[in-house]
Structures are given as C-alpha cells and as structure tokens.
C-alpha cells in the first residue's frame, strides 16, 4: 500500500485557484486509481474527481469545467487544480488510493482544508 500526504490548501477569495497535490510513497503508483474527495462540516464524504490508472478522468457535477485532475507517475504525486472556487468548495480535501488489482487495498491522506471565503 502507499502512504499519501497532501498540500496545497489555504485560504482564497472566491473565483480565486488552488491546486492541490497528492505524493505518494510506496512504488507501482501507475497501478493506484486515484482520487479526490472532500468533506464539508456536518456532510457526508464525496468524491470530487478521479482518475484511473490507465487516466481516465471522473468528475462531480458540481465541480465540472472548473477542476481539473492529473497525475504524474513518474512523480507519484495525483494533482487537483481548482479554478472558480466557490464558498461551498470549502472543505477538508481528501487523497485517495485504490490498487487497480484489488479494491480492498485502499489508502486515504490525512487531507488538506480549503476556505473559500472574502
């Protein structure tokens, strides 16, 4: 399994950017699907957007033509890139792993707190 570390939150004006990042320790990274997901005070867990290990890319419908997905595999590191923040993208922002062999071998991040706020 990996062990993943996020960076990248803060605090920022709405319609403002941040990009999130996700490094991953551990080798094989090309063979994780990887994920974003977010928590909201007082919500459920949600996943943002994700992207395959072949790089197929998946988003929610609220965060659609405004976040973008990546990876790097030669830097095991996943990418969020967050343009048009709204106040309700305010939220710990969470990394994900799921091996592509064996969806119970599954790691999360300790996450990363985004504030969209003036």
């Known amino acids: 399994q990996v062990h993943l570390v996020e960076s990248g939150g803060g605090l920022v004006q709405p319609g403002g950017s941040l990009r999130l990042s996700c490094a991953a320790s551990?080798?094989?990274?090309?063979?994780?699907?990887m994920g974003w997901h977010r928590q909201a005070p007082g919500k459920q867990r949600e996943l943002v957007a994700s992207?395959?290990?072949?790089?197929?890319?998946n988003y929610a419908d609220s965060v659609k033509g405004r976040f973008t997905i990546s990876r790097d595999n030669a830097k095991n590191t996943v990418y969020l890139q967050m343009n048009n923040l709204k106040p309700e993208d305010t939220a710990v922002y969470y990394c994900?792993?799921?091996?592509?062999?064996?969806?119970?071998?599954?790691?999360w991040g300790q996450g990363t707190q985004v504030t969209v706020s003036s």
């Open positions: 551990g080798s094989a990274f090309s063979t994780y699907h």
């Open positions: 994900n792993s799921v091996w592509k062999y064996n969806s119970d071998l599954s790691s």
């Open positions: 992207i395959a290990s072949g790089g197929r890319t």
